[in-house]
């Protein structure tokens, strides 16, 4: 499915301290490694807690392209996983997989079937194909007995591959743009013939991602070995996937809006399914918010937030990118100016991040500067909250656009956010999930 196309515009209305207990669907980045890793694995496995939404919609049809038996129960999220029909594609023509605009899908699949062996071409959405994958396709290279090309200009998909498998040896990648690059390769690197050695060549973002990924091959009974720097690791040939079942987290990066929502309306929001000891580095946004005057109690089950007095803050956010937008929100109602670094990532993602969410802010009313790496938002003054006479935000194709800034309408009225169904990507009850924790109903209008 794309959910580009709609007519719908969504408007939340403020009304006063959100309080409430919510759980969120489960972790998109942990559904998408363990059906990889499920589909490979020596005997059947079943995943609880999945998500269900576009993002792993087009992994799980990935995999049951090449064969693999997903039988799925309680709402999509349990999923049986059973790999043993899957096979290697070959044909004259190649496989066609769509991969919609899902990154992990794209940059997981392109290692994974590479190593698997086959003719396949992934594609995806317009944007897809400008989002880089070139430095995986160069990596990839080193071990691969075949050829693997982008056919988009400066190394975006569509990705073709023509593969007889990973011979195995030395790799090496680039992690600037994209930790998602060598989350792929790990992942890919037990269908080697030989042992294979990663090592990371200059800065590695989105840091939590590869530990994720690290943890998730361990729990499936990988033996990988990773140094701790996350710049070197190695696989060793002959390892085997096995794992019977695998309980998925809630999604962190999901469960930023509600915790937000109770920051900028002094309210108290509990997520249950996440602590600290989460496997997603987004459970980190809590201390964030912490910073701004927060309270975050962690009672082990889950995390509760309690907003007060915000005031703003000055914020490295490279582990925690898919926060920015959220945070974002969070500021135009603190006390004094925010600045958020190293997010330069950012403007590789669903859209640019950096540059479309300042425009969106200053639609606002908000004065906002962006750098290189990441932006500065000046809250809004007292003044211009009282005599904010609505906007109507573009959310450019971005779950995260939509669900960030559908927030400002907690503190004000006529905030309307086009297009509200792109949080199909890893949420498609968003916005239901959020009128239950409000206990009122928002406004859907067709424009
Ligand atoms: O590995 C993952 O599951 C993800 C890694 C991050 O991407 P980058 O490594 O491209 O920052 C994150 O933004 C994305 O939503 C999920
Ligand atoms: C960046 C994201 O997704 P992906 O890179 O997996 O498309 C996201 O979910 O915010």
């Known amino acids: 499915m794309n959910s580009q196309a709609t007519s719908t515009t969504v408007t939340v209305q403020p009304g006063g301290p959100v309080s409430g207990t919510i759980r969120p669907p489960g972790s998109k980045s942990l559904t998408n490694r363990a059906l990889l890793c499920a589909a490979v694995s020596e005997s059947p496995c079943t995943l609880r807690g999945a998500l269900r939404s576009e993002d792993t919609a087009v992994m ?20 049986a996983v059973d790999g043993s029909a899957c096979r290697p594609q070959h044909a004259d023509e190649p496989a066609e997989l769509y991969i919609a605009n899902s990154g992990t899908t794209v940059r997981f699949l392109t290692a994974w079937l590479s190593a698997l062996g086959g ?22 290279s080193a071990v691969l007995d075949g050829t693997i090309r982008a056919e988009s200009p400066g190394g975006c998909p569509p990705v073709r591959i023509h593969s007889r498998g990973w011979r195995g040896g030395e790799i090496t990648v680039r992690g600037n743009v994209s930790s998602q690059y060598l989350s ?3 992942m890919a690197a037990p269908l080697a013939q030989t042992d294979v050695c990663i090592r990371v060549e200059g800065a590695l973002v989105s840091q939590p991602y590869v530990q994720m990924t690290c943890q998730v091959l361990r729990s499936f009974g990988v033996p990988i070995e990773a140094a701790q720097s996350l710049q070197q690791f190695r ?21 930023s809006y509600f915790w937000a929502a109770a920051a900028i309306t002094a309210g108290r929001v509990r997520v249950e399914g996440l602590t600290a000891d989460a496997l997603q580095g987004d459970v980190g946004f809590v201390d964030v918010l912490a910073q701004m005057g927060c309270t975050v109690q962690d009672d082990g089950t889950a995390i509760e937030v309690t907003g007060g ?8 956010m490279n582990a925690i990118s898919d926060t920015v937008q959220t945070l974002a929100v969070v500021a135009l109602f603190a006390e004094g100016p925010t600045r958020v670094r190293g997010v330069a990532h950012n403007r590789f993602k669903e859209t640019d991040r950096i540059a ?24 809004l003054t007292a003044a211009q909250q009282q005599t904010f006479a609505g906007a109507r935000l573009d959310t450019y194709h971005d779950h ?8 400002v309408g907690l503190r004000l009225s006529g905030v309307q956010i086009q297009n509200p169904s792109c ?20 406004h859907w209008r067709t424009t």
């Open 400 to 407: 995260r656009m939509a669900m960030s800034l559908s927030l």
């Open 356 to 379: 479309d969410l300042a425009c969106e802010l200053r639609k606002l009313g908000a004065v906002v500067s962006e750098t290189e790496d990441g932006l500065q938002i000046e809250p």
């Open 60 to 79: 799980l049809g990935g995999l049951q392209q090449l064969g693999v038996d997903i039988e799925s129960s309680d709402g999509g999220r349990t999923l």
């Open 423 to 442: 949080t199909a990507k890893t949420y498609p009850e968003y916005f239901a999930d959020l009128e239950s924790l409000l206990r009122r109903p928002h």
């Open 184 to 186: 792929g390769l790990l």
């Open 235 to 255: 696989i060793p040939a002959g390892s085997q996937y096995r794992l019977s079942q695998y309980d998925i987290e809630p999604d962190a990066s999901a469960a």
């Open 309 to 316: 007095p915000l005031r703003g803050v000055d914020v490295d």
């Open 119 to 140: 003719d396949y071409r992934l594609h995806g959405v317009p944007r897809m194909h400008e989002r880089p994958i070139g430095e995986l396709l160069d990596a990839i």
